[in-house]
Structure formats: structure tokens, C-alpha cells
């Protein structure tokens, strides 16, 4: 990166000079319409064909806000955006799956400071997507309910873990947290994707951002280095047994000291967490900002 431009702010010539939120096409992209489609090989080596799409989701024209000092206003804009483009990709018959994401902090190995996230339109369903979607499908299968629904409804009861609710959101720090202070977003009520959501729940998974994204911050008192996914259903077919939610994957363990995925969590596939849930949440429940 250049330290005296920036590609992302007004007056670059490559976004509009004044703009609110953009969409802006991906320069170094994995994925791109203009590769050839996928097709399941047989033999040993399999490629995916790479025939997708790469956005880059430019959260505001301000190089340096945070994406953790959006107002819910403007996270408002930036949800519009993400429905606007899911729905998009989702049509293209070469999707199988949209996904929305955003990786925030040098830590994290982000070089570009202006406040931005990224879409994926993948040609395939992502193996950790496909993973949580069996598990999901099994639990609906065999229980004739929705797992997400079911641990919601047990965190609520619990308490222990919370972080934030409002009327129609609810964040929390799942028990099989992953990385330290691993939360997760979830509507009340059932909803298999984000483009489910009505207007007044919209606007209050905005407010519920930028809530979780404050508290991160003020967790340690430095911005929180993390990613952040939005876990939609794929882009064809009917998936009843899935339950849209957010996952907040933040990389720092301690003031001091970052979570790396060594050995155990790169080649096992395990996960040694350092922060206990129930422990995280409390803290993360009483800075501020609070919620309703
Ligand atoms: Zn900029
Ligand atoms: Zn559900």
C-alpha cells in the first residue's frame, strides 16, 4: 500500500467522489465470472474452476474510521448494500454460495486501514459452511427442530454467556467458541438468511454492530483485531434447518498477547481456547456500550 493514496478514498479516481457506501470490485481477486465453470473432476487432483466473484464493500468515504466507529446508521447503509449484492450473486446460476465477511486489525494481516469488508461469490459451498449445514440437518432430521433456535433458546434460559440482546437480536459467546471471545449474533426469530430479515429487524442488527464492535474495543482499551462472517444459507435450494447468524472471531487472548492457530489448531484441527465463555461475557456484558 501506498502511504500517500489510497485507492478506497474520494478523489482517487478509481470511486466516485462522493459516495456513502460502495461497491468496489476486487482488485487481486481468487474469484472472477471470466473463469471457466466448475465442473466435479474425478482422479486424484480436483479444481474448483475459480468462476465466482470478489467485492469489496467500502463501509464509508472516512480513510480513517474504524469499522468499529460506525453509527448504526451507516452500518444501516452498509446491510442495504450486502442484501442488495447477495441477492445479485445469489441469482447468477455459477453461486453456490455468497459469502460476507470482514477481516479488520494489522494483526490480522490487513494492510488497507480504510474502513472496508469484502463478498465472496463462491462456485461451490465452502467446507466449513457444509460442515455447520449437516450438523444443522441432522439436528432437524432427527429432533424436528432448528439447532440454532434450540441453543438460542438455552443461552437466553442460562444467561450465563450473553453479551447484548435487543427485541429481535441476541449476542452471545457460543459454549464451542473457537477463538477467545468468539461471539456469535443471532435473530430471535427463525430466518435462514439475511434477506429474510424485515426493515425493523434490519435496523436492529445494525444497532447490534455496532454495540458488539464498541465492546470489542473497549474490551482491551485498543481496537479489536478480528473477523467477522455472515453466516447465510447457500445460494440454491431450500435449507429450512438453517438459521442466519453472525460470527465474531476476534484473535486477541489478552491485552498482550494473540491468538495463533500452531500445531494443535492448524494440523488437528483443535482448538485450545485461553478465555473461558461464561468469564468473556461478563466482562464483555458490563462495558460499556450497554444494550436496551
Ligand atoms: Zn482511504
Ligand atoms: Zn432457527
Same mark, same amino acid.
Given at each position: ?24 470490485? *476486487?482488485? %487481486?481477486? &481468487? !474469484? ?5 465453470? #466448475?465442473?466435479? =473432476?474425478?482422479?486424484?487432483?480436483? +479444481? ?118 435487543? *427485541?429481535? %437480536?441476541? &449476542? !452471545? ?5 473457537? #477463538?477467545?471471545? =468468539?461471539?456469535?449474533?443471532?435473530? +430471535? ?104
Amino acid at each position: 500500500m501506498p502511504e500517500d493514496w489510497c485507492p478506497f478514498c474520494p478523489g482517487s479516481g478509481r470511486v466516485p467522489d462522493v459516495y456513502d457506501v460502495y461497491l468496489y470490485p *476486487n482488485d %487481486f481477486r &481468487a !474469484f472472477s465470472f471470466g473463469n471457466r465453470p #466448475f465442473s466435479p =473432476e474425478t482422479g486424484l487432483f480436483h +479444481r474448483t474452476g475459480a468462476r465466482g466473484a470478489c467485492d469489496v464493500v467500502l463501509y464509508s468515504p472516512n480513510h480513517r474510521l474504524l469499522p468499529s466507529q460506525l453509527s448504526a446508521e451507516q452500518w444501516g447503509k452498509v446491510i442495504d448494500l450486502w442484501i442488495r449484492r447477495t441477492a445479485e450473486l445469489s441469482a447468477n446460476p455459477d453461486v453456490q454460495y455468497v459469502s460476507i465477511f470482514e477481516n479488520t486489525g494489522v494483526a490480522i494481516g490487513v494492510t488497507m486501514p480504510h474502513p472496508h469488508g469484502q463478498i465472496y461469490a463462491f462456485p461451490f459451498v465452502p467446507p466449513l459452511v457444509q460442515q455447520e449445514l449437516d450438523s444443522a440437518a441432522a439436528h432437524y432430521r432427527e429432533e424436528s427442530e432448528c439447532l440454532y433456535c434450540r441453543i438460542l433458546a438455552g443461552e437466553i434460559e442460562d444467561g450465563r454467556r450473553l453479551v447484548a440482546s435487543s *427485541n429481535n %437480536f441476541v &449476542a !452471545f459467546l457460543p459454549f464451542f467458541g473457537r #477463538f477467545p471471545s =468468539e461471539m456469535q449474533i443471532c435473530p +430471535r426469530r427463525h430466518v435462514d438468511a439475511m434477506t429474510g430479515l424485515n426493515a425493523v429487524e434490519l435496523q436492529d442488527l445494525a444497532l447490534m454492530l455496532k454495540i458488539v464492535r464498541q465492546k470489542y474495543d473497549n474490551l482491551y482499551g485498543f481496537p479489536m483485531p478480528l473477523m467477522m462472517l455472515l453466516r447465510d444459507r447457500p445460494a440454491k435450494g431450500e435449507h429450512p434447518y438453517f438459521h442466519f447468524h453472525v460470527d465474531l472471531l476476534p484473535i486477541q487472548r489478552s491485552p498482550t498477547k494473540l491468538k495463533y492457530l500452531a500445531s494443535v489448531e492448524s494440523g488437528n484441527g483443535t482448538f485450545l481456547n485461553d478465555t473461558r465463555a461464561e468469564e468473556q461475557a461478563a466482562l464483555l456484558r458490563e462495558i460499556e456500550p450497554k444494550s436496551r
